[in-house]
């Protein structure tokens, strides 16, 4: 198994994110989601990617080691859209028609494939389905985006306001993006487009900025927030404007965001590995759904190595025995409002959840 040496964290085991502003309306719903098939990964590459993504310098050895694997495996060179396959998506309504969104805390806009892509580039998206720009929608000349997500791929074009609904919500005025040019990866990822759940300070429209959905919804909520439930392999859900008590485990706790950046970021303030006791410095750590990776400071990912039986440094990349016993890693967040320090533990399981009885991985 893998485990990367650089970059920030995702977590998207459970997902709870809260935006404070009044409670002065009512209305809650909630949206399942469908996992969309996993595809070939390279460490490698979404590494590098990651750095990209949020505007850091890839350093040289990870550079490196993302062009040797796609030049040792053209397979992966051309698997559709590194770090987001296997991810779910859910089903949005847009001007009366349903599409497979992928709901991204990272990002913060609200874009689909349209026919206004070139012919050619709509077949590729064959059975997904494009939006039409129809009757209800408002094409706004003066305004286009694009947007860049970790895997690399980058999307543009124009910008139209229609009625946007997702689950039983009542149908919105939202500004949704419509493609006129994508990278081909994003034809074949499963999904018609992103729901951007980040904050509106880094929206990709030019040269005025627009606000999310959730931004939009948010005043008519029962509580203005969101919560994520995701199972491996299994259907999930997008809960807005409540929390489900059957859907969690003991008392909710919360921890202070900063939102400078657009991203839900906090503040790790130590780590574990196993039984070990905790140690910093602290970090900060994005949480992000729309990659199914783990990004971890160097330190921290070699403090666990450190602690897996035969696990050896090759490159950029650990590798270590599939039958290996990996031990948990704990996280500590500092509650907001007080002092005290609420631990999140990882398991094995989702560490590696593929380990085999013998060889390596």
Known sequence: MLFLQQALLAVILFLTVISATSLEKQGRFTVNHEPIDSLKRSPEIDLANAYRKYG????????????????????????????????????????????????????????????????????????????????????NDSQSWSVTYESGVAARGLVAVDDVSIGLSNEIAQSVELATNVSLNL?????????????????????????????????????????????????????FGFINP???????????????????MVNVTSFAVGDGSFQGPYFQAIV?????????????????????????????????????????????????GNKIRQTATIPISILNPNAKASGSE
């Open 56 to 139: 850091r310098t890839i350093p040289v050895h990870i550079a490196t080691a993302a062009a040797k694997a796609k030049n040792d495996d053209g397979t992966v060179a051309a698997t559709p859209l590194h770090g987001l396959s296997g991810l779910p998506s859910s089903n949005v309504s847009i001007g009366g028609q349903t599409l497979r969104l992928l709901f991204d805390t990272g990002s913060s806009d609200l874009w689909v494939l349209s026919t206004l892509l070139p012919k050619p580039w709509q077949d590729l998206h064959s059975p997904g389905t494009l939006y039409h720009p129809s009757q209800t929608s408002k094409l």
């Open 246 to 264: 059957t859907k969690h485990v003991g008392d909710i706790k919360y921890v202070d965001v900063d939102s400078s950046h657009g991203w839900w």
């Open 288 to 336: 992000d759904s729309g990659t199914p990776l783990l990004y971890l400071p160097n330190n921290v990912v070699t403090e666990y190595y450190n602690k897996v039986p035969l696990a050896t440094l090759q490159g950029s990349s650990w590798s270590h025995p599939c039958n290996a016993q990996l031990p948990d890693l704990k996280l500590n967040f500092m509650l907001s």
């Open 187 to 239: 034809l074949h990822n499963g999904a018609d487009g992103f729901l951007g759940l980040g904050f509106d300070n880094v929206n990709g429209v030019k040269p005025n900025q627009v606000k999310t959905f959730f931004s939009n919804v948010k005043d008519s909520l029962d509580q203005p927030l969101f919560t994520a439930n995701f199972k491996h392999d299994l259907t999930g859900s997008w809960d």
